[in-house]
Structures are given as C-alpha cells and as structure tokens.
C-alpha cells in the first residue's frame, strides 16, 4: 500500500522495523533512518530482508530531513527518535506533503515538561496541507488512549473515573537500568507528579502518592502515581472524566538508585563545566547505564498494562478494566528487544498500518483517542499484544 519511513534505531525502532517487515502487504517500501546508520544495517541484518534501505539523518535539522523525505518520498513517517525531534520532523513533513505518527510528545531540551501545545500548535497546517499527523502511538501514551475510545464506544454512556495502571514486572538481573531511553525515563519520574479531579490539576511532589494494585497473573505491586502526557488529550476528549489518573509500579531498588542518582546531582539537564568540557550530567549517565537494548536477552517476566475505568451506561454504575500482558522473553524471541520496546513498537506500526488502509486518515493533529478504535483493537489481537478484559470488578481505587 505505501512507502514507510522508520526514524530512530534504538529499542523501540528496532520493534517497528520488524513488525512492519512482517506486514509487506501494507508497507511495500520501507526505509530506517537514524543518527548512526551503523544501527540501522544492524537491525536490517536481523530482520535478514536485504530489501530494507537504510539512511544517516540528523533529525535535528529540518533541511536534513527535508533531502531524505524528497529521495524516498515516504507515504508516513513513524518517529520513534527521541522527543525532542518532534517538531523538526513535523516540521519537514508539511515541508514536503508526508504524513507523521510519534510515541511521545514534544519536550524542549532545557526543561522536563512534557504538554500538547507545542504539537497541537501544528494542527491548523496539517489540515491546511491535508495531512494526517497521530500523536502518541505507543502503549501509554496509545494503547491506554485507544483502550479509553473502546471503553467509552462499547461499554460506558459517560465515563468518570479512569486509572491507567502500568506495571513491569520483569527481572532483567541488572543492579540497575531504564527500560527505555534513560534520559527521557528519568526525565519522567523524576517530576512532580499530577492528576486530573473536577476540572484541576493537583500536583503532589515527585512519586508521593503510592498504593498496592493487584495485577493479573504478577499479583500486588506497589504502584506509584506519576504524571503522564495522555491525561491531558483524555480529560480534554473525554469531558465526562471526573478525575484521571496514571500509576506506574517501581521495586525498592530501582528507587534507591534513582534517589541516589538525583541526591549527587546525576539527574541534572543543566550544563556543568567539566574539564573545560561541557557536559549533562544526565547524559553523561545515559552513556554509562546499560543500554535498555541489551536488556532483553536476561529479562524474565511480564508487563501488564491497562486502563481501570468506572462511570455509568443505561443508568447503572459499572467497572472495567482492559489490559495486556506482554511477556518479556516472547518479546525478545520475536524482535530481539524487551517488552517494554515491544509495546510501544508494535502499536506504532499499527497506528501506520490504519493510516496505510485509509481507517485513521484524516487533515489535522491528532491524538490517537480521536480515531475510530475498533480496527486497531482488532490488530492488537492479531500483533502480538492481545487483550482481555473483566467487567465489574474491584479495581480497588
Ligand atoms: P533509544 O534511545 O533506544 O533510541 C532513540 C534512537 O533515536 C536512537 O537510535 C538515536 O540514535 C536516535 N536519535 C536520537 N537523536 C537523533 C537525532 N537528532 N537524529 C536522528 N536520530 C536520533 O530510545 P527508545 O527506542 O527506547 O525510545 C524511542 C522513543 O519511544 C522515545 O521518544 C521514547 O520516549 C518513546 N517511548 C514511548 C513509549 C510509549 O509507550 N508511548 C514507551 C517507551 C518509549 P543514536 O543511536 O545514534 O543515539
């Protein structure tokens, strides 16, 4: 059906080039592109299909991107860089008529602040271009979203709590690791943390608020309440939402590691003089962590990941809960990458493929809970992510 650009060849990239290599009637041509080409002819080397091209890109520059869409001229681009390229590369795609899909929301280097605005800016030129750009078509921001359409379409009138619960349970036999990249990962917990209750935002200090949820098939983990960016195009699409909130469990020791981390000034994104030598500390970390694509082959376990919503339908009060387990070693049979890379890359090239058929098609900025989610639950089925669900049970918040 068309030409697929994949940008970025870290974990998550690496996922996407696989799954749409397994979907050739829906992604005729297919091209990674990244900063290091050499990560790019490796992952092609895995995939074992000649026919996959690969090229050097500094997504950083609009001009760079701007020469590489006009040589492939690619139908979409599935950005699975780093957040920061958000805008540049959306940039280049009105500058050349290409169609975008990312997994994460823009951030500016200098502060941790994840919000809508600077992408949702966009959608008057997407619209003016004919151009369809989905943002945040991971697991969570992206699956949780289109879990929520489903939700709200077949099994709620009104919706009014909604809780997604993000669990890793897997051991990967590391003292310490990020599952994806550990800058944008520390980024995230590292911030105060944020919900959604009548109308406001209440912000608690960062990981405050915690509690035991019980997940299928892993059992009771501490699970902690950290803000995350698709509470904000939820409660937005959503009206009836009363209050939103988001959970994400983490062990003992990866806390005091973290604690550590920040308490000796490693998690700073501001400049410190080193040897006359600028540096991040940040990333300098980044650098000496292990590399969350090397984690798979040790990892054991599961992830579980779901959206535990209440409201109301033929007048009557109702719980559900929807939620996928993804094995960790499956995953890296498959792909060669851990869970955590596999839920966000197999959702993404989904997203691509309901562009590809002309089911998610549509002039603007969007965030993937504006599509029709049916098709898409279907192909989660069918991708590797499947889901199950229990009706009016305890979701014990
Ligand atoms: P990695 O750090 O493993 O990979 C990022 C890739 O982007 C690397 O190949 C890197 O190149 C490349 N890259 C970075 N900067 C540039 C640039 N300026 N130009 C070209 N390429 C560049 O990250 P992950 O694969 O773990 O994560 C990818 C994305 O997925 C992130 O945006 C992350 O936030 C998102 N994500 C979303 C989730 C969701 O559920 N929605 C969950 C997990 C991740 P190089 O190798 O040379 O450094």
């Known amino acids: 059906m068309g030409k697929v650009l994949i940008i970025g060849a870290g974990g998550v990239g690496t996922v996407v080039a696989h799954k749409v290599a397994q979907n050739p009637d829906v992604f005729t041509d297919i091209m990674i592109a990244s900063r290091t080409q050499s990560k790019c002819d490796a992952i092609v080397n895995a995939i074992g299909n000649p026919n996959i091209k690969t090229a050097q890109v500094d997504a950083d520059s609009v001009d760079e991107l701007v020469k590489l869409f006009e040589s492939f001229k690619p139908e979409i681009v599935i950005n699975v860089a780093l957040p920061y390229q958000d805008l540049t590369i959306m940039e280049a795609c009105l500058k050349t008529g290409v169609n975008y899909l990312d997994t994460a929301n823009y951030e500016p280097k200098d502060v941790a602040h994840f919000e809508y605005s600077w992408q949702w800016a966009y959608k008057k030129r997407f619209e003016e271009a004919g151009l369809t750009a989905i943002l945040g078509c991971g697991f969570d921001p992206g699956v949780s979203g289109i879990y929520t359409a489903y939700a709200a379409k077949h099994h709620f009138d009104e919706i009014e709590y909604l809780d997604i619960v993000d669990c890793n349970a897997g051991n990967h036999h590391k003292a310490f690791a990020t599952n994806f990249n550990p800058e944008i990962n520390i980024r995230e917990i590292t911030q105060n943390g944020r919900y959604y209750e009548n109308g406001n935002w ?106 535990r919503i209440s409201g109301s339908k033929d007048g009557k009060q109702r719980t559900y809960y929807v939620y996928n387990n993804c094995s960790h070693q499956e995953a890296y049979k498959e792909t060669g990458m851990q869970g955590v890379s596999y839920t966000t890359g197999v959702p993404a090239m989904i997203g691509a493929m309901m562009f590809m058929k002309g089911l998610w098609k549509k002039a603007g900025v969007w965030n993937v809970e504006e599509f029709d989610p049916d098709p898409f639950m279907e192909q989660l089925n069918k991708q590797g992510l499947p889901w199950h669900e229990v009706f009016d049970g305890n979701l014990e918040l």
């Not at 608020?209 to 904000?232: A, C, F, V, W």
């Not at 003089?273 to 969350?292: E, S």
């Open 202 to 307: 209440v912000t608690t200090r960062p990981l405050e608020i915690h509690k035991d949820l019980t997940y299928p098939n892993i059992g009771p983990r501490d699970s902690y309440l950290l803000y995350h960016e698709e509470l904000e195009s939820l409660v937005k699409n959503f009206p009836t939402i009363k209050r939103a909130r988001f959970w994400m469990t983490f062990g003992q020791e990866y806390l005091t590691h973290l604690r550590v981390i920040q308490n000796i000034g490693m998690a700073r994104i501001d400049e410190v003089d080193y040897n006359g030598t600028k540096i991040i500390p940040l990333q300098f970390l980044k650098a000496v962590l292990p590399n969350p694509q090397d984690l798979g082959e040790n990892y054991e376990g599961e992830t579980s990941i779901g959206c």
